[in-house]
């Protein structure tokens, strides 16, 4: 059965700062592996994807990477800014009929001006 | 205009009235999902559809129906809607099992 891990469950860092989003799953046999923003209140915003063929994914200051064999994720943010703050969610598909997403509990990020 | 539409985006309600909450797409995906949210319990799967003619329940579908109108049409009811089942709706879409969720903006039901 699939299991979402992530940690850190809370940051806060000043703007500027780089950081990085730790994922962890329990099944490696996932075809990909998703990471969401969300705001308060708010939906859910699909950030990145990265197929289980690759190992990183980017978009602007984003860069998502993939490591099946250690069942690791991470998201890096560069030079973080103040808008960065939200809750940032990876999610791996349940290798079952259903291919649901298996979301984390979710990192709460608050970047500091 | 959003790719995934989600009707309301709140609705305030009363334990024991009969809800609907209405999902539609304009991705053309066949696959459709309704997740709830809940504080410290995360995203949970309550029924999915692969096609027109096809529904399936999924963790927890106990309190819910779903109707698959049409391929871009995926509506979730509460028969007899009871207070623990105020929480935050998704509606989410995918073409293949490899293929990213796309997610609405949510509905956030309140069952008094």
């Known amino acids: 059965k699939q299991e979402v891990t992530q940690i850190p469950a809370a940051l806060s860092v000043p703007e500027g700062e780089n950081l990085v989003l730790n994922c962890s799953f329990t099944?490696?046999?996932?075809?990909?592996l998703q990471w969401f923003r969300q705001d308060p209140g708010k939906g859910l915003t699909s950030l990145l994807l990265?197929?289980?063929?690759?190992r990183e994914q980017t978009s602007g200051r984003l860069n998502a990477s993939l490591d099946k064999s250690s069942g690791r994720s991470t998201l890096y943010i560069a030079a973080s800014q103040p808008g960065d703050s939200a809750t940032y969610l990876c999610?791996?598909?349940?290798?079952?009929?259903?291919?649901?997403?298996?979301f984390g509990s979710g990192t709460r990020l608050l970047v500091r001006p | 205009d959003a790719d995934v539409t989600q009707t309301p985006r709140n609705r305030i309600t009363k334990t024991g009235k009969r809800i609907m909450l209405e999902c539609s797409q304009t991705k053309g995906h066949d696959r459709m999902y309704w997740y709830r949210q809940d504080p410290g319990l995360g995203l949970r799967l309550i029924y999915y559809s692969f096609d027109v003619k096809d529904i399936n329940k999924g963790e927890i579908s106990d309190g819910y129906s779903v109707s698959r109108q049409a391929q871009a049409k995926f509506s979730l009811s509460l028969e007899s809607a009871i207070p623990n089942q105020t929480a935050l709706y998704f509606c989410?879409?995918?073409?293949?099992?490899?293929?990213?969720?796309?997610f609405g903006d949510g509905t956030r039901l309140s069952i008094l």
């Open positions: 989410a879409t995918s073409a293949l099992q490899d293929q990213p969720q796309h």
């Open positions: 999610a791996a598909p349940a290798m079952d009929s259903s291919y649901k997403l298996i």
């Open positions: 099944d490696s046999a996932i075809y990909n």
């Open positions: 990265i197929q289980s063929s690759q």
